[in-house]
């Protein structure tokens, strides 16, 4: 299983979700169910945006977001864990995507993540 990365440094992954580095921050837009074949694509993707030092902020779209597995939970911590990212802004998603990702937050052990209800609040702070 491979990603694809287009010409804009947008890399789509096979379960259809995306991401892309701009302005210093990695954007995840979730619009798939995330299993942990999903989950590991993203995070690498994700990672290498991070440890190339073109990013060192993360924002996590999850309007269409619908389901997480349990495995795909777990990289999601590890990944977040990553001492390099500053902050992570998290907005969207219904009632329980956000408790799932709640539960991943938790696990994250890390302060500077936070949930808002749209993008402009996410990236407001963000940048802040």
């Not at 892309?20 to 690498?44: F, N, R, T």
């Not at 440890?51 to 939970?73: C, G, P, Y």
Request: charged content about 25%; aromatic content about 10%.
């Amino acid at each position: 299983m491979s990603v694809s990365v287009d010409d804009k440094n947008t890399i789509e992954t096979p379960g259809g979700n995306k991401i892309w580095c701009k302005d210093g921050i990695v954007h995840y837009l979730i619009s798939a169910p995330v299993d942990d074949k999903e989950a590991s694509q993203m995070s690498k993707g994700g990672t290498r945006f991070i440890e190339n030092k073109d990013a060192s902020m993360v924002i996590i779209d999850l309007k269409q977001s619908t389901q997480f597995s349990s495995e795909a939970r777990k990289i999601w911590v590890k990944f977040l864990q990553n001492l390099k990212i500053k902050k992570t802004a998290i907005f969207g998603g219904n009632v329980f995507v956000r408790t799932l990702a709640s539960f991943v937050i938790a696990a994250s052990q890390k302060k500077n993540i936070k949930f808002f209800t749209t993008e402009e609040e996410a990236l407001k702070w963000i940048k802040d």
